[in-house]
T-cell receptor, first 112, second 112 residues
Framework: DAGVTQTPRHEVAEKGQTIILKCEPV?????LFWYRQTKIQGLELLSYFRSKSLMEDGGAFKDRFKAEMLNSSFSTLKIQPTEPKDSAVYLC??????????FGPGTRLTVL | QQKVQQSPESLSVPEGGMASLNCTSSDRNFQYFWWYRQHSGEGPKALMSIFSDGDKKEGRFTAHLNKASLHVSLHIRDSQPSDSALYFC????????????FGAGTKLTVKP
């Protein structure tokens, strides 16, 4: 079975740009998570979907970060407008019914 | 407030030695635990889950859970250089709509 797919693997953006990161979860999984990972803050939850419904979002990220599940096999994370402090690795993960999470390889975002 | 605390922040053991990592939940509702491992440049991968009091062994890895103290540990025997990675503990509620919570991680270095 295919694992979690994330594209692109690397993204470089100018401050103020809009960027969209993509994620395809494991087939059959109904939970989808977006995280931001930095050395200082560790893993921070951005959004959590269950069966395409938004269940939880990280309060600190509401203003410029928007995650969506267009269907059960595809999700996007939009950052608008980007700021240099958004430079981080963005991870997508999926699971089935509160089970073990399967993570994608991540997208490394650099904002200049 | 961080619901999951991990210690130590970093740990160095010789090849063939035993590594012991600790994790505590500060919320009594979050009492179902996972251990994940992340090698540099990759997404985290699940090592094991533990939901019941006592020990759970998978190969060289043994997890121990004490639900009364909400403490879980991970012991790696016969540590190998390939075990060098960032180890995360995650805690979850069951049958709830909140995402699991991750600790800040323990960086393990196994020296040849």
């Amino acid at each position: 079975d295919a694992g979690v797919t994330q594209t692109p693997r690397h993204e470089v953006a100018e401050k103020g740009q809009t960027i969209i990161l993509k994620c395809e979860p494991v087939s059959g999984h109904n939970d989808l998570f977006w995280y931001r990972q930095t050395k200082i803050q560790g893993l921070e939850l951005l959004s959590y979907f269950r069966s395409k419904s938004l269940m939880e979002d990280g309060g600190a990220f509401k203003d410029r970060f928007k995650a969506e599940m267009l269907n059960s096999s595809f999700s996007t994370l939009k950052i608008q407008p980007t700021e240099p402090k958004d430079s981080a690795v963005y991870l997508c993960a999926s699971s089935r019914d509160w089970g073990t999470q399967y993570f994608g390889p991540g997208t490394r975002l650099t904002v200049l | 407030q961080q619901k999951v605390q991990q210690s130590p922040e970093s740990l160095s053991v010789p090849e063939g030695g035993m590594a012991s990592l600790n994790c505590t939940s500060s919320d009594r509702n979050f009492q179902y635990f996972w251990w994940y491992r992340q090698h540099s440049g990759e997404g985290p991968k699940a090592l094991m889950s533990i939901f019941s009091d006592g020990d759970k062994k998978e190969g060289r890895f043994t997890a121990h859970l004490n639900k009364a103290s909400l403490h879980v540990s991970l012991h790696i025997r016969d540590s190998q250089p390939s075990d060098s990675a960032l180890y995360f503990c995650a805690a979850s509620e069951r049958d709830n709509n909140n995402a699991p919570r991750f600790g800040a991680g323990t960086k393990l270095t196994v020296k040849p």
